[in-house]
Nanobody
Framework: VQLQASGGGLVQAGGSLRLSCAASGRTFSSYVMGWFRQAPGKERAFVAAITQYDSSTRYADSVKGRFTISRDNAKNTVYLEMDSLKPEDTAIYYC?????????????????WGQGTQVTVSS
């Protein structure tokens, strides 16, 4: 599967953005889909993920209650709705796919990555 992330941009603190990640190929529904982010000078960090069979979700504590991950298997797309954005959410956001059963927060578990989309939150 190949991934293409989009939807990033510049937004003021308190605003919202919706990221999308479109996947090519017929096996999208077999993958756990995750979102990670990387701020300048920092390691890539887990944001959220959603399972392939029952759409169970998991979130990083820093985004819980503000971000929502969802998927549409008919459209081969995973979304990240980001509300109440803060300047510390500024980063490049990456979508990723993992064939394993269950959600991993370790980037090394994911074997397919999109190219990243920049999210900048101004104060």
């Amino acid at each position: 599967v190949q991934l293409q992330a989009s939807g990033g941009g510049l937004v003021q603190a308190g605003g919202s953005l919706r990221l999308s990640c479109a996947a090519s190929g017929r096996t999208f529904s077999s993958y756990v889909m995750g979102w990670f982010r990387q701020a300048p000078g920092k390691e890539r960090a887990f944001v959220a993920a959603i399972t392939q069979y029952d759409s169970s979700t998991r979130y990083a504590d820093s985004v819980k209650g503000r971000f929502t991950i969802s998927r549409d298997n008919a459209k081969n797309t995973v979304y990240l709705e980001m509300d109440s954005l803060k300047p510390e959410d500024t980063a490049i956001y990456y979508c990723a796919a993992d064939l394993a059963i269950g959600i991993s927060i370790n980037p090394a578990s994911y074997d397919r990555w999109g190219q990243g989309t920049q999210v900048t939150v101004s104060s």
